[in-house]
C-alpha cells in the first residue's frame, strides 16, 4: 500500500511540473479574462447591459486539441446602448495592439469601428499560480476612432517583430505616461506634469525622443490630469490620446433593429455580434424571424451559423435545436467543438441533454468528448454528477481527467449538502471512480477550507481500497489544517497516519520542484 501510495504522489507532483509547459501562455490567457471580467464589472456599475461577446472570453481554458480558426470580434458589447468594448490587459500600463501588415485579419484595428473603444486594464500579480492575477488601477477606454487619428499623425511607434510563430506581428504603441503609485498633481504645464508621491516630487516630461527609421522624432503627449488631482496607481496622467475613465450608457440608442440590421452587414464582425446578441431579446417576434432567415442563408460562414442557432435555441425555436444537432452529428471534430462552447453560453437546462449526449457518444473522437465533459463543468448543473462519475471508468486519460474538472466545478458551485452526497458516493464506487472522487474531494476541501468536518472525511474509510485514497486526500492539504487533530487520524487508522503524514513530507519538500536544467 505504501509503494501505491507513494507512485501517487509522484504522479500528482509530475502532473504539476508537466503543466508548467503551458504555464506562460495560461498567464496571458489568465489575464486577458481578468481584464475582461474587471471590464464588465465595471461597465455594470456604470449602467452598461454588458454581455462577453468573443467566445471562451471568460474561460481559463486552453484548447491544445484544437487550432483556433475564428476571427476576432469585440470582446464585450452593450445591449442597451450597442457600444462595443475591446479589452486589452497588460502587465504593464501602456496603450498599446498587435499588429500585423501581412495579415489584414491580424491588424490592430480589424473588426472595430471609429466609435468603438479599446479598455486598457492593468494586471498584478496576487499569488503563486498562473491564474492568479487581479487588476489594479482605473480602466482606461480610447476611442478607436482616436487611436486612428494619432497612429495617421505619426504620433505612434512599433516594436520589434514578435517572429515567425506570431505572424511577425509587432506591438503598435501610443506615448503615455503612468502614475507608478498613489500621489497628487502638483504642477501642470506644456512641458511636464509634477507629482507628489510619498512626500516626493517628480516630474513626468511630456515630450517623447524616438528613433526610428535611422531618425529622431519627437512626440508629444497633452496632461490628462489637472493641479491638485489625486492619482490612482496605474493612472494614465498624459497620452497622445483622450482618455476616459467612464462611458455613459444611452439605453435609448439601442434595441433588437439595431442587432437585426447588423446580420445584413457585409461584415462578418458585426453579423457575428448581431447573431449573438438577438438572443437576449426573447419577447421579439422580429428577432427571431431575422434569425432563422439567417440560419438559411447556405453563404453565411459556420461560425456565424452556429451562433444563429444558439440563439434560436436560447429563444425556444425548433429550428435552432435541429441545426444543433444535425452539427453535432456530422462527426466533425472542430464543428462539434465550436457548437458545444456556444451551448455552454446558453441557459444550461437548455443545453445540457445536447453535450452529454456528446460526452456519452464513444463513436465520437476522444477530443470532442474532452470539449463536452469540460461543457458540463461550465453549465454546473448537479444534473451532470452521474455522467461525470461513469466517466472516471473510460479508458481515455483525457476524458477523465476534464470530467475531473467538470465535478470539480459543479461541486464549488453547489451547497455543502451536495458535497456530502459526493462523499456517500465514494463509499460505495469502485477503485476507478474512487480515484477520480478523490481528486475532487481533495481540491474542494482545499479551496473551502474546513467546510467538511475531517469526521467526514475519515468516515470514508470502509475498505483497504478506500484507505489509500484517504490518505491521498488527507495529504494533499495543507498540514496546519489537521496539526490538532492528527491523533484523531492515528485513532482511526494507524495506515492511514502513516501514509497521510509521509505524504505530507513527500508533497511539502523543495526537491519535487528540482529540475535538472
Same mark, same amino acid.
Given at each position: 500500500?505504501?509503494?501505491?501510495?507513494?507512485?501517487?504522489?509522484?504522479?500528482?507532483?509530475?502532473?504539476?511540473?508537466?503543466?508548467?509547459?503551458?504555464?506562460?501562455?495560461?498567464?496571458?490567457?489568465?489575464?486577458?479574462?481578468?481584464?475582461? *471580467?474587471?471590464?464588465?464589472?465595471?461597465?455594470? *456599475?456604470?449602467?452598461?447591459?454588458?454581455?462577453?461577446?468573443?467566445?471562451?472570453?471568460?474561460?481559463?481554458?486552453?484548447?491544445?486539441?484544437? *487550432?483556433?480558426?475564428?476571427?476576432?470580434?469585440?470582446?464585450?458589447?452593450?445591449?442597451?446602448?450597442?457600444?462595443?468594448?475591446?479589452?486589452?490587459?497588460?502587465?504593464?500600463?501602456?496603450?498599446?495592439?498587435?499588429?500585423?501588415?501581412? =495579415?489584414? =485579419?491580424?491588424?490592430?484595428?480589424?473588426?472595430?469601428?471609429?466609435?468603438?473603444?479599446?479598455?486598457?486594464?492593468?494586471?498584478?500579480?496576487?499569488?503563486?499560480?498562473?491564474?492568479?492575477?487581479?487588476?489594479?488601477?482605473?480602466?482606461? !477606454?480610447?476611442?478607436?476612432?482616436?487611436?486612428?487619428?494619432?497612429?495617421?499623425?505619426?504620433?505612434?511607434?512599433?516594436?520589434?517583430?514578435?517572429?515567425?510563430?506570431?505572424?511577425?506581428?509587432?506591438?503598435?504603441?501610443?506615448? #503615455?505616461?503612468? @502614475?507608478?503609485?498613489?500621489?497628487?498633481?502638483?504642477?501642470?504645464?506644456?512641458? !511636464?506634469?509634477?507629482?507628489?508621491?510619498?512626500?516626493?516630487?517628480?516630474?513626468?516630461?511630456?515630450?517623447?525622443?524616438?528613433? /526610428?527609421?535611422?531618425?529622431?522624432?519627437?512626440?508629444?503627449?497633452?496632461?490628462?490630469?489637472?493641479?491638485?488631482?489625486?492619482? #490612482?496607481?496605474?493612472?494614465?496622467?498624459?497620452?497622445?490620446?483622450?482618455?476616459?475613465?467612464?462611458?455613459?450608457?444611452?439605453?435609448?440608442? @439601442?434595441?433588437?433593429?439595431?442587432?437585426?440590421?447588423?446580420?445584413?452587414?457585409?461584415?462578418?464582425?458585426?453579423?457575428?455580434?448581431?447573431?449573438?446578441?438577438?438572443?437576449?431579446?426573447?419577447?421579439?417576434?422580429?428577432?427571431?424571424?431575422?434569425?432563422?432567415?439567417?440560419?438559411?442563408?447556405?453563404?453565411?460562414?459556420?461560425?456565424?451559423?452556429?451562433?444563429?442557432?444558439?440563439?434560436?435555441?436560447?429563444?425556444?425555436?425548433?429550428?435552432?435545436?435541429?441545426?444543433?444537432?444535425?452539427?453535432?452529428? %456530422?462527426?466533425?471534430?472542430?464543428?462539434?467543438?465550436?457548437?458545444?462552447?456556444?451551448?455552454?453560453?446558453?441557459?444550461? $437546462?437548455?443545453?445540457?441533454?445536447?453535450?452529454?449526449?456528446?460526452?456519452?457518444?464513444?463513436?465520437?473522437?476522444? #477530443?470532442?468528448?474532452?470539449?463536452?465533459?469540460?461543457?458540463?463543468?461550465?453549465?454546473?448543473?448537479?444534473?451532470?454528477?452521474?455522467?461525470?462519475?461513469?466517466?472516471?471508468? %473510460?479508458?481515455? $486519460?483525457?476524458?477523465?481527467?476534464?470530467?475531473?474538472?467538470?465535478?470539480?466545478?459543479?461541486?464549488?458551485?453547489?451547497?455543502?449538502?451536495?458535497?456530502?452526497?459526493?462523499?456517500?458516493?465514494?463509499? %460505495?464506487?469502485?477503485?476507478?471512480?474512487?480515484?477520480?472522487?478523490?481528486?475532487?474531494?481533495?481540491?474542494?476541501?482545499?479551496?473551502?477550507?474546513?467546510?467538511?468536518?475531517?469526521? =467526514?472525511?475519515?468516515?470514508?474509510?470502509?475498505?483497504?481500497?478506500?484507505?489509500?485514497?484517504?490518505?491521498?486526500?488527507?495529504?494533499? /492539504?495543507?498540514? %496546519?489544517?489537521?496539526?490538532?487533530?492528527?491523533?484523531?487520524?492515528?485513532?482511526?487508522?494507524?495506515?492511514?497516519?502513516?501514509?497521510?503524514?509521509?505524504?505530507?513530507?513527500?508533497?511539502?519538500?523543495?526537491?519535487?520542484?528540482?529540475?535538472?536544467?
Amino acid at each position: 500500500m505504501i509503494y501505491k501510495i507513494f507512485s501517487e504522489a509522484i504522479k500528482e507532483v509530475s502532473a504539476r511540473l508537466f503543466a508548467k509547459t503551458y504555464e506562460s501562455f495560461l498567464e496571458k490567457i489568465a489575464i486577458g479574462v481578468i481584464g475582461v *471580467k474587471s471590464t464588465l464589472d465595471t461597465l455594470q *456599475k456604470q449602467g452598461h447591459n454588458p454581455i462577453p461577446m468573443e467566445k471562451g472570453t471568460t474561460s481559463f481554458k486552453i484548447w491544445a486539441s484544437f *487550432k483556433t480558426k475564428r476571427f476576432r470580434v469585440p470582446d464585450i458589447v452593450c445591449l442597451n446602448c450597442g457600444k462595443r468594448f475591446e479589452v486589452r490587459a497588460k502587465t504593464k500600463p501602456e496603450i498599446s495592439m498587435s499588429h500585423s501588415e501581412r =495579415d489584414p =485579419d491580424r491588424a490592430w484595428d480589424y473588426g472595430l469601428t471609429d466609435e468603438d473603444y479599446v479598455v486598457i486594464v492593468s494586471c498584478k500579480r496576487r499569488g503563486t499560480k498562473p491564474i492568479d492575477w487581479e487588476c489594479v488601477g482605473p480602466l482606461h !477606454f480610447v476611442l478607436v476612432g482616436d487611436l486612428k487619428a494619432a497612429h495617421t499623425k505619426g504620433n505612434t511607434f512599433f516594436t520589434k517583430s514578435k517572429g515567425r510563430e506570431e505572424g511577425f506581428e509587432r506591438r503598435l504603441i501610443w506615448p #503615455a505616461k503612468f @502614475a507608478k503609485k498613489l500621489g497628487k498633481v502638483v504642477e501642470v504645464n506644456e512641458e !511636464f506634469v509634477k507629482l507628489e508621491v510619498n512626500g516626493r516630487k517628480r516630474k513626468y516630461s511630456l515630450t517623447l525622443k524616438r528613433k /526610428q527609421n535611422d531618425e529622431e522624432k519627437s512626440i508629444k503627449m497633452m496632461p490628462l490630469v489637472k493641479s491638485g488631482e489625486n492619482v #490612482a496607481e496605474n493612472q494614465a496622467i498624459a497620452s497622445v490620446v483622450d482618455i476616459k475613465h467612464e462611458i455613459p450608457c444611452k439605453k435609448s440608442e @439601442a434595441n433588437e433593429e439595431i442587432f437585426i440590421n447588423l446580420l445584413s452587414s457585409s461584415s462578418r464582425v458585426d453579423r457575428f455580434i448581431g447573431a449573438k446578441a438577438l438572443r437576449y431579446f426573447p419577447n421579439s417576434p422580429k428577432a427571431i424571424n431575422a434569425l432563422k432567415e439567417k440560419l438559411n442563408d447556405s453563404r453565411e460562414e459556420k461560425l456565424i451559423l452556429y451562433e444563429v442557432a444558439a440563439s434560436l435555441l436560447e429563444l425556444n425555436q425548433k429550428e435552432g435545436e435541429e441545426f444543433i444537432k444535425e452539427t453535432l452529428n %456530422s462527426h466533425d471534430p472542430y464543428s462539434i467543438h465550436e457548437i458545444i462552447i456556444s451551448l455552454c453560453e446558453l441557459t444550461p $437546462s437548455k443545453s445540457f441533454k445536447l453535450i452529454k449526449n456528446v460526452l456519452v457518444d464513444e463513436t465520437l473522437p476522444e #477530443a470532442v468528448r474532452v470539449t463536452a465533459a469540460w461543457g458540463l463543468g461550465e453549465l454546473k448543473l448537479k444534473e451532470a454528477t452521474k455522467v461525470l462519475i461513469d466517466t472516471f471508468n %473510460s479508458i481515455s $486519460s483525457e476524458i477523465k481527467k476534464e470530467a475531473a474538472r467538470a465535478l470539480f466545478q459543479i461541486t464549488l458551485a453547489q451547497n455543502n449538502e451536495y458535497f456530502k452526497e459526493l462523499l456517500d458516493q465514494f463509499k %460505495s464506487q469502485n477503485e476507478k471512480v474512487r480515484e477520480g472522487l478523490s481528486w475532487v474531494i481533495a481540491k474542494t476541501l482545499e479551496n473551502r477550507g474546513n467546510s467538511s468536518s475531517l469526521s =467526514d472525511i475519515l468516515d470514508l474509510v470502509v475498505d483497504e481500497n478506500s484507505k489509500l485514497w484517504v490518505s491521498y486526500i488527507l495529504g494533499t /492539504q495543507n498540514p %496546519s489544517k489537521y496539526e490538532a487533530i492528527k491523533e484523531e487520524i492515528r485513532r482511526k487508522d494507524e495506515k492511514v497516519f502513516f501514509a497521510v503524514n509521509l505524504l505530507w513530507v513527500i508533497l511539502r519538500s523543495w526537491i519535487w520542484e528540482l529540475k535538472e536544467y
